[in-house]
C-alpha cells in the first residue's frame, strides 16, 4: 500500500513534456521571455500587415502632398493633408518631405524584414515593437541627418530654390533604409566634433543564462 502511494507521489511530482515545455525562458537579468517569445498568431500577423502597408500608403500620399512647388509660387502656400487645410512655408514643406521619405525608407526596410520572418514562420511577438517603431527611428534619423548636411555644407542664406529636393529625398530615403550604417556614420562624425565615447554601462551585453 505505501510501495503505490509512492509511486503515485513520483508520478504527481513529475513533470509532462507540455508541462515541460512552458518552463518561461529567462535573460540574464532574470526577465521571463514566455509572452514575448511566442510566435505572432496569425490574426496578429494580418493586422500587422495591415498596419505596414497602411502606413506606407500614407507616406506616399503625404510625399506627393507636401513635395515643394519649384519654383515656389509664394513664401506659404496651403496644403491639403487628408481631411486638413495647413498653410506651410517652402522650407517646412522641405523638411515634411525629408521626414516622409525617411519613414518610407524605414518602412520598406521593415517590410522587407516582415515579409521574410513571416515567410519562414519565424516572426516572433518581441519583433512586432520593432516594426511599429522602426518609421518613426527612421524620420526621426532622417531629419538629423537633414540638419547636420544643411550646417556643414550649405551657407546660411541658401533657399529651397537653390537646394536639389531629389538629392535630399533620396539621401533621407537612404537613411531611412539603411539607419544602421547612417547611425554609424554619425557615430564617426560625433566622435571628430566632440572627442572619443566613453564606455557605456547601461548597454545590454549578451551573456549565458545562468543555469538552474
Known sequence: MAKGK?????????????????????THRGETLNEWDRYVS??????????????SILLFYAIFQFWP???????????????????ISAELRLLAVVVFAGALGGQIHALR????????RRLKVSWLVRYFLTPFVAASLALVFYFVIHAGF???NTTTQNMNIYGFAGLAGLVGLFSTMAVNKLR???IELLGPLEKEEDRLRDEPNAKS
Open 6 to 26: 509512492k509511486e503515485t507521489t513520483k508520478q504527481a511530482n513529475k513533470a509532462t513534456p507540455a508541462q515541460s515545455k512552458q518552463k518561461p525562458t529567462t
Open 42 to 55: 496569425p490574426a496578429g500577423t494580418v493586422a500587422m500587415t495591415v498596419y505596414l502597408v497602411g502606413l
Open 69 to 87: 512647388l519649384l519654383p515656389p509660387a509664394r513664401a506659404s502656400h496651403q496644403v491639403k493633408f487628408v481631411f486638413w487645410q495647413i498653410p
Open 113 to 120: 524584414s516582415f515579409a521574410s520572418y513571416v515567410g519562414n
Open 154 to 156: 550649405f551657407p546660411t
Open 188 to 190: 564617426c562624425m560625433a
